[in-house]
């Protein structure tokens, strides 16, 4: 036999050097459940290992991921039903805890990067990511909320501005929106592959987001997420996300749709992110608490095919475990 692959595998220094991907903590970006009120700190039934926090709290968890080497946090607000409307008007509200904190956070810590949530669902009565009218999600009404919720976001201090929502046209209203307003260097990770996905479930027990049930909402997000069938169609939103200023482009969920990672990544020179998106995480970990899988190797290994895919940047709920054993030399 001429070729013997198993040669480059004989041990772990020929390994190394043979090694096509690694992965590190700057790479991850830390999940941040943001809840009103101070010294709140209650763990996710559905997420193990997660937790809503107060802004308080928040403090110290970037402090201790800062101490990992995880320096990139997305944060998602939990709203009081108090705060809820139909239009989100409490999302560019000044009083707005979710602004406050993102201002706390990077006044405190400066080097980190801090990406926020442009959406409507955390702040609709309806839970759902755009304005409702008639049964129906309106695109254009719904940009105008972007734009204010997204300027307000830039103001508040956050660095990338996640628009996870699904409207057409809604990175160029930001761009256009942040531009305008003097936020030339906000940047936009654009949720560019978003898909209307089963594995959404632990998120939105954890944000109480989900669309309401009522005869006059649509109950899935069918109409703006996109065809878990589709990958082309990933293309098509990755180029119009392009053309229209994105700085990222980001895949969700990540672990079922390797291929649209992949994918992107040889289409495009931007970056990509991929979302390891809660129901994933959560699988993952059911299998480990039963004793089915040894989460010390499994986990790793799942980030590190994210990567492998194409993923520059992972958003996953992980990467706290990853990064404390990394520090270690274990991973
Ligand atoms: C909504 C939003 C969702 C997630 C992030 N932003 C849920 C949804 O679209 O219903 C899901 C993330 C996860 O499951 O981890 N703007």
Redesign the pocket.
Known sequence: MLRRPRRNRRNAAIRGMAEEVQLSPRHLIQ?IFLVEGEGQREEIPS?PGSFRLSADEALKEVENCLELGLFNFIM?PKIPESHKDKRGNYSFADENFYLQAARQLKERFSEICLIS??????YSVD?H?GVVYDGKILNDETLHVLQKMGVAQAQAGFDLL?P???MDGRVEALRIALDENGYTDTGIMS?TA?Y??A??????D??D???VEDDDIPKD?KTY?MNPANRREAILEGELDTVEGADFLMV??ALHYLDVILSMKQHFELPIAA???????AMLMAACQNGWLDYETAMPETLLSLHRAGADAI?T?FAKDFARRYAEGKV
């Open positions: 999940p997420l998602f949530d442009v959406a409507l669902d955390p839970g990511d996640g996870s929502d699904m949720y978003k209307a996905s594995f959404y479930g632990p998120f939105r954890a944000l987001s989900a669309p997000k997420q969700k969920p979302y390891h998106v809660s129901g994933e995480c958003i709920y």
